[in-house]
């Protein structure tokens, strides 16, 4: 029997807002408008409200900010109705639920012992697997086969890895780790597994005659080098070649070895080729057909800053132009949209909005203040991302801390998690909004930029709190945690850490401790384009 068609009028909410559920600063919800309607009354309930708060609105919007500091903190209940011009109720409210969420409490934190937590998270990260070694991962790191582990046994989850996202985390971890703690026991071994790591991404890349020949696979397990996914598979994401050029460039940087710059030079050359007339690329492609499999992702700049750094190597007028268009698609899109979505390689196709993210948002923060000078108006928007980040993604606070549990967290935790874990610290995206050692260290690298740029004693404040943050959730053992640090228990809820994160927040950590020892020698510190 065929469906009844459904010509129900409702109220439905628009804009990038509509699945956020973590608001620090006050909201304004929009709306489709519905012609028959001459009032629309927005209402709003506490949970220890006894009636609702109700307000007006002739238009399809509502701003919360002349009544924000009515709601303590936490949960807020909005119902929405629409009343024709008799004052009847003529359409389908609308229900949401959301939180206020606190903000930074201006306090100022001692700095806590940044290089001792680093060597002791080296000492987690370059040490051996905890199970029995496969034959296929015989002479490598444990990461190259494995992105997720019992950090107290370094027992593997599975042997399934992201290489362009995490081989790529840790060349920048160890190499930093190297350079900086360059006479410590560690350090010659961690400069020997980034190159195992770097030599890796060289010697197993997709097909030659594959249309995006020689590009860097995204998902690989079990010692197979075929792409992984679901059915249908998610195939190849285009933006990540970006960040596996930019290793490629740190590691000729380090090793004077001409086939790394050979291939970040290949990887923009292919970029550049890619690249569509509006500035941007497709998320997920077949890599062997070319055909488009997601069609979105806010990412451009990750190429951009991968044309940035061969530009200085080699003038090439080809990639300045393609990094001039990216940027030009970014700040016309996502950058006013907010429309920060498609980057990691194990989530799904879903409407737009519905999992926003934060990742390639820094990277944009730390590339408008790097190119400032290009624009005027480049620092104003770096300031007002990290403010959206910090608005959707920085949790100030351990009550704010509670998971809705969108996504399960690697087979540990399913469901809301009533976390308490040391703040500040990021949240990864809408669907795993779980508090992260390697979303927190890159926001990190944007505090050092933002301070760098502006002298503003506040970034300085929240850069030293962060850095301990992500030292407070250290592990005994040395790991970093990726689900957040318990202070209840003294652990982590779920030990099941990706270690590719642990290395990204490893890379954060290093950055502040040298920009922070900088600025009490008053030495120079450079940030540019490199940090990751």
Request: proline share 5%; charged share 25%; hydrophobic share 35%.
């Amino acid at each position: 029997m065929p469906q009844r068609k459904n010509n129900i009028k409702k109220i439905t909410l628009t804009g990038w807002n509509k699945y956020s559920i973590r608001f620090v600063d006050p909201p304004t919800w929009t709306w489709e408008p519905i012609p028959q309607i001459k009032k629309y009354v927005v209402n709003f309930a506490t949970d220890k409200d006894k009636r609702a708060q109700s307000y007006s609105t002739s238009e399809p919007l509502f701003d919360m900010s002349s009544i924000w500091q009515k709601f303590p903190h936490g949960s807020i209940d909005m119902l929405i109705l629409g009343f024709d011009s008799n004052n009847k109720e003529t359409c389908l409210a609308n229900y949401k639920n959301f939180f206020k969420t606190h903000d930074f409490d201006k306090a100022i934190q001692k700095p806590m012992d940044w290089s001792n937590a680093i060597i002791r998270n080296a000492s987690y990260l370059l040490d051996e697997s905890g199970d029995p070694v496969q034959d296929f991962e015989i002479g490598l790191p444990r990461g190259c086969w494995s992105s997720m582990e019992n950090s107290i046994t370094r027992e593997k989850w599975s042997n399934y890895v992201m290489p362009g996202l995490y081989h790529t985390s840790h060349i920048f971890a160890f190499l930093r780790f190297s350079q900086y703690f360059h006479t410590h026991p560690l350090a010659k071994e961690a400069k020997k597994q980034a190159k195992t790591y770097g030599d890796w991404l060289l010697n197993n890349r997709l097909p030659k005659d594959f249309t995006y020949s020689l590009f860097p696979f995204s998902n690989v397990g079990y010692g197979e080098l075929e792409e992984l996914g679901q059915d249908p598979p998610r195939g190849t994401t285009v933006t990540r070649a970006g960040r596996v050029g930019i290793a490629m460039l740190e590691l000729y940087k380090q090793f004077d070895d001409i086939s790394y710059f050979k291939y970040a030079e290949f990887l923009a050359n292919s970029l550049v080729e890619f690249q569509r007339d509006d500035g941007s690329w497709p998320f997920r492609v077949n890599p062997k057909t070319g055909e488009v499999l997601s069609e979105y992702t806010s990412d451009a700049i990750t190429p951009a800053r991968l044309f940035a750094l061969l530009d200085t190597l080699k003038n090439k007028t080809t990639y300045k132009n393609a990094r001039l268009k990216a940027i030009e698609w970014m700040l016309n899109g996502p950058i006013k949209s907010h429309r920060w979505e498609g980057m990691y390689e194990d989530t799904d196709n879903i409407e737009p909005y519905i999992n926003l993210e934060n990742l390639d948002t820094n990277e944009m923060i730390r590339y408008l203040i790097h190119f400032k000078n290009e624009d005027s108006r480049f620092l104003k928007i770096a300031e007002d991302l990290n403010r959206w980040i910090e608005d959707q993604f920085v949790v100030w606070h351990p009550d704010d801390c509670v998971s809705i549990g969108y996504g399960g967290s690697g087979g540990g935790i399913i469901g809301k998690t009533n976390l308490r874990s040391p703040t500040p610290t990021v949240l990864e995206q809408f669907q795993c909004d779980y508090p992260m050692e390697s979303h927190t260290g890159n926001w990190l690298m944007s505090l050092i930029a933002l301070h760098q740029a502006t002298e503003k004693e506040e970034y300085l404040l929240k850069g030293i709190a962060t850095a301990n943050s992500i030292q407070l959730g250290q592990q005994e053992h040395g790991a970093f945690s990726t689900w957040g640090f318990d202070t209840r228990f003294n652990r982590p809820l779920n030990t099941l850490d990706w270690v590719g994160d642990n290395a990204c927040g490893h890379t954060g950590l290093i950055l502040w401790n040298q920009y922070y020892s900088a600025l009490q020698n008053n030495t120079k510190f450079e940030l540019g384009l490199w940090g990751l």
